[in-house]
């Protein structure tokens, strides 16, 4: 069955440092999602992406954060210059479009655990 | 904030009974899904109704939903040992952001 990848399963950075957290979503899918999920917390949207573009982001991703795909398979996520509170499991999520309509079934990667020391 | 919440907070059941979950949330939606997450794994997503819909049934679970209360209700009917997981309900409302409750942690006792 189909699945949406993740890699690394966990990274370890210092604070300052850039991360890019890598997904490669469903092949045939066309709408891409990041969330991520404090220890303890709710999972929380960050930003989807249609068409290579955002289509939508939330508070939380503001300009340390941003999105690409750099080709025609990966998605990623990556941080400027991390903080301590962007300690977090982040998970990619895609969803499929049929005939011009977008399927609302996300189907979610294991997730990164990004570790800022 | 269109954010669900779950009830309860920890559920402990003994393997065969059944589980009932609820999720309430406070906007218009365009539909409410659940998903189920294992310890420290990624979202499996198990169900979704949409707004115009009352009840739905997917093998042992059945979804509820009652948008007059701005309430869901899952129900995981002859529990299993492997059922134990985190379940979260999510609302869409428009556009492509889910919005996750707190969840409810699911233990079945074998």
């Known amino acids: 069955e189909p699945e949406v990848t993740q890699t690394p399963s966990h990274q370890v950075t210092q604070m300052g440092q850039e991360v890019i957290l890598r997904c490669v979503p469903i092949s045939n899918h066309l709408y891409f999602y990041w969330y991520r999920q404090i220890l303890g917390q709710k999972v929380e949207f960050l930003v989807s992406?249609?068409?290579?573009?955002?289509?939508?982001k939330s508070e939380i991703f503001d300009d340390q954060f941003s999105v690409e795909r750099p080709d025609g398979s990966n998605f990623t996520l990556k941080i400027r210059s991390t903080k301590l509170e962007d300690s977090a499991m982040y998970f990619c999520a895609s969803s499929e479009d049929t005939g011009g309509i977008r399927v609302d079934i996300q189907y979610f990667g294991a997730g990164t655990r990004l570790s800022v020391l | 904030s269109q954010q669900g919440e779950e009830d309860p907070q920890a559920l402990s059941i003994q393997e065969g009974e059944n589980a009932t979950m609820n999720c309430s949330y406070k906007t218009s939606i365009n539909n409410l899904q659940w998903y189920r997450q294992n310890s420290g794994r990624g979202l499996v997503h198990l169900i979704l109704i949409r707004s115009n819909e009352r009840e739905k049934h997917s093998g042992r679970l059945r979804v509820t939903l009652d948008t007059s209360k701005k309430s869901s209700s899952l129900l995981i009917t002859a529990s299993r040992a492997a059922d134990t997981a985190s379940y979260f309900c999510a609302t869409a409302r428009y556009g492509n952001k889910l919005v996750f409750g707190a969840g409810t942690i699911l233990r079945v006792k074998s």
């Open positions: 992406f249609y068409n290579n573009e955002i289509s939508e």
